[in-house]
């Protein structure tokens, strides 16, 4: 008999891509957030403007281990962002140097 891992638990190499994920994406969008008079975009403010709750981009903010960001989530931040899922992806891996 083979012992499985249970499906709800991430291995630790999971763990890097996913808390490397959420870093690049809040280095690549969250710091950077003008508003039209230059002011710097609160968490609040760029949460609603991507339609999601400020808990959300601050898990990804502050990457926690063990959090996995939903796709539903990292598409609403790309829409906003106006960039396509392939694109994050294809810039993260540039990013980190390895393909995941």
Do not use: H
């Amino acid at each position: 008999m083979v012992n499985k891992k249970p499906s709800n638990t991430t291995s630790s190499s999971d763990a890097l891509m996913y808390m490397n994920l959420c870093n690049y994406i809040t280095k690549k969008w969250f710091p950077k957030k003008l508003d039209p008079a230059s002011q710097k975009v609160s968490m609040t403010n760029y949460a609603n403007q991507c339609d999601l709750a400020t808990s959300t981009i601050t898990k990804i903010a502050n990457a926690p281990e063990g959090y996995i960001p939903p796709l539903k989530t990292i598409i609403k931040i790309c829409r906003k962002e106006e960039t396509s899922l392939s694109q994050l992806f294809s810039d993260f891996e540039k990013e980190y140097g390895i393909k995941y």
